[in-house]
C-alpha cells in the first residue's frame, strides 16, 4: 500500500540533502537525514555520552489523516556507537505542522559526531486506530490475569 506524505524544506535548509526515502525495495523505514543550521554545515557538531539533542531535518510534513509517522532508530548508528532515541518510537501526529526534529541520544561511551545530510533515524509511515475508552465495573478473565513484567517467562 502506498500513501502520500506531501514534504517541504524550511527557508534555511539546504536542498543538496535527500528527502526522506527507502534504501532497498523491501524498506519499511525511510531514512531522514540531517539538515544542520549553516554554522554546524562544515563540521556537524557533537553529542557527547549520555547528552541528548533535536536534530534538525530541514524538513515540515503533512501526514495525512488516519496515519502517523514514527521516528525509529537506525540499527547500523544504534550498534555500531550507541545512538538511538530516548522516546522510540517518537510519533509525528497528522495534524502536526512544525519542524520535523529528530531526538537522538548517545548510549555510547565516547563522543559522536553528527555530519550534515548523515542518516540518523526512519521513519514509518503507519495507520492509526483511534479507541473510545469506556469505564466498565469489571475486566474479562484470561489465563496470564494480573501477571505483568516477567511473568510470561524469563527476563
Known amino acids: 500500500m502506498r500513501v502520500s506524505v506531501k514534504v517541504i524544506r524550511e527557508e534555511w535548509a539546504d536542498a543538496e540533502v535527500a528527502l526522506p526515502r527507502y534504501e532497498t525495495a523491501g524498506a519499511a523505514g525511510a531514512d531522514l ?5 549553516p554554522e554546524d554545515r562544515a563540521d556537524g557538531f557533537t553529542l557527547e555520552p549520555m547528552a541528548r539533542r533535536i536534530v534538525p531535518t530541514g524538513l515540515r510534513v503533512e ?3 488516519g496515519y502517523e509517522m514514527q521516528i525509529r532508530p537506525r540499527s547500523g ?11 522510540t518510537p517518537g510519533t509525528i501526529d497528522a495534524d502536526y505542522r512544525g519542524p520535523l526534529g529528530v531526538l ?8 559522536f559526531t553528527i555530519a550534515h545530510g548523515e542518516r540518523i533515524a526512519q521513519a514509518i509511515v503507519a495507520p492509526v486506530v483511534q479507541a473510545r475508552f469506556e469505564l466498565t465495573e469489571g475486566l ?9 513484567f516477567g511473568s510470561t517467562g524469563r527476563g
Do not use: C, W
Not at 548508528?77 to 522516546?87: E, M
Not at 537522538?104 to 563522543?111: E, F, H, K, S
Open 104 to 111: 537522538l541520544i548517545n548510549l555510547g561511551n565516547v563522543p
Open 140 to 148: 474479562g478473565a484470561t489465563t496470564r490475569g494480573t501477571g505483568g
Open 63 to 65: 501526514i495525512p489523516g
Open 77 to 87: 548508528l544504534a550498534l555500531k556507537h550507541g545512538i538511538s532515541l530516548p522516546n
Open 33 to 37: 537525514r540531517a539538515n544542520l543550521a
